[in-house]
Each structure stands twice: as structure tokens, then as C-alpha cells.
């Protein structure tokens, strides 16, 4: 199975800071890859798919680069909105695998 | 706008069964795979299985296999999932997601869960 690592674990932010969260795949999942946010006792709501490409409805200030095993979620300027936990997921195979987690905290 | 509701959760004896249940709509059921995916107590997310629009393809998590059972019924919008021989590590809550209409698995709509507790 493919195994997906995000880091950092954990990121402490202020509300305006550009902050960039990576998602690293134990082997080549070319671009598919998504970016979902999650807030605690909600379901987590799908921000980028297929490694850049944003939802339809999520804010232009999230944006997703990378392909292979390298994947990054960059928010350009943190809002109150986004402290979260943020999950990469990997579909390269029929076997999906989610990143760990990174928790966003308010710095 | 796209509504995914699950029931069916509770609490289950170890070795006990659980059908849970997810009923759609406002959307073209049959014309999109679908997906379980759960997320044990204070823990990350953990896709379980997913089917076909027809339900000639599902594919499970290995922890799962044998135990569980994905399933769909296009006339009546609704996922399902048979949980056998359950275990302390299936407690948790219970997602169905749409997948995606681009190339690919990932989830565009969720539903909001469903609690599932194994303990004697």
C-alpha cells in the first residue's frame, strides 16, 4: 500500500500568515492526489483534487502543487476560517490512503 | 445541493453485525462510484471501501476484507455497508462520500456520520 506522511504534524499560525503544509507518497502517485479540511464533529469538505485543480466554491486563497510523491497545500493568507486539520489522500491505485493529519492552530 | 445521510450506527458487541445505511439525493445516484470511509475516535481519516455506479467493482481496506460487505440499491438512492464480525478497531464514525466526477477517487460530498461502537 501506498503510505502518505504530512508534515508538520502540527502548525501554529496567525490569522494573515501564508502557510504551506506537505504531503509526501512512499512511491508515485502521479497527481492524484486531494486535500480535504476537516473541522472537529463535521465532515471533512474536499478543497483540491487531482493535485492543483481548487473545488468548485473553495476560496482562491487555497492552492495545491506537486506530482509524484511531493505534494504541498499552501494558503496564502491564513482567515479565522481555516484552523483546521487538513488531510492529504492519495488515489493512485484502488487502495486510498489518507495522510495523518496537520492540525492548524491559531498561533 | 447534494444531501448524503447516514444511519444504521450503534453500539455492537464484539463479533456482533451492523448495516449501515446511506441514503442520497439531490444528485444522479447511479452515475457515481461511492465510498465509506471512517475515522476512529480522535484519529485520522481511514478510507474502508468503495463500488462502482453498477456495483460490478468494490474494493475494501484489507482490515476489512471478509468482514464487510459494500453494496448499493440505484433504485432506491442508497449505499450500504454489512459489518460482520466486528472489532474494538472498527469503532468509529462513519462516512459515505460521493466520489468525484473528474478522473479518479476522491470525495466531493460527505455525509455527517455515523457513530459505530464495539464494546461488551
Known amino acids: 500500500d501506498i503510505q502518505m506522511t504530512q508534515s508538520p504534524s502540527t502548525l501554529s499560525a496567525s490569522v494573515g500568515d501564508r502557510v504551506t503544509i506537505t504531503c509526501r507518497a512512499s512511491q508515485s502517485v502521479s497527481v492524484w492526489l486531494a486535500w480535504y479540511q476537516q473541522k472537529p464533529g463535521k465532515a471533512p469538505k474536499l478543497l483540491i483534487y487531482?493535485?492543483?485543480n481548487l473545488e468548485s466554491g473553495v476560496p482562491s486563497r487555497f492552492s495545491g502543487t506537486g506530482s509524484g510523491t511531493e505534494f504541498t497545500l499552501t494558503i496564502s493568507s491564513l482567515q479565522p476560517d481555516d484552523f483546521a486539520t487538513y488531510y492529504c489522500q492519495q488515489y493512485d491505485r484502488h487502495s486510498l490512503t489518507f495522510g495523518q493529519g496537520t492540525k492548524l492552530e491559531i498561533k | 445541493e447534494v444531501q448524503l445521510v447516514e444511519s444504521g450506527g450503534g453500539l455492537v458487541q464484539p463479533g456482533g453485525s451492523l448495516r449501515l445505511s446511506c441514503a442520497a439525493s439531490e444528485f444522479m445516484f447511479h452515475n457515481y462510484w461511492m465510498t465509506w470511509v471512517r475515522q476512529a475516535p480522535g484519529k485520522g481519516l481511514e478510507w474502508v471501501a468503495t463500488i462502482r455506479q453498477d456495483g460490478s467493482e468494490k474494493y475494501y481496506v484489507d482490515s476489512v476484507k471478509g468482514r464487510f460487505t459494500i453494496s448499493r440499491d440505484n433504485a432506491k438512492n442508497s449505499l450500504y455497508l454489512q459489518m460482520n464480525s466486528l472489532r474494538g478497531e472498527d469503532t468509529a464514525v462513519y462516512y459515505c462520500?460521493?466520489?468525484?466526477?473528474?478522473?479518479?477517487?476522491?470525495?466531493?460530498?460527505w455525509g455527517q456520520g455515523t457513530l459505530v461502537t464495539v464494546s461488551s
Open positions: 462520500a460521493r466520489i468525484g466526477a473528474a478522473a479518479g477517487y476522491y470525495f466531493d460530498y
Open positions: 487531482r493535485a492543483s
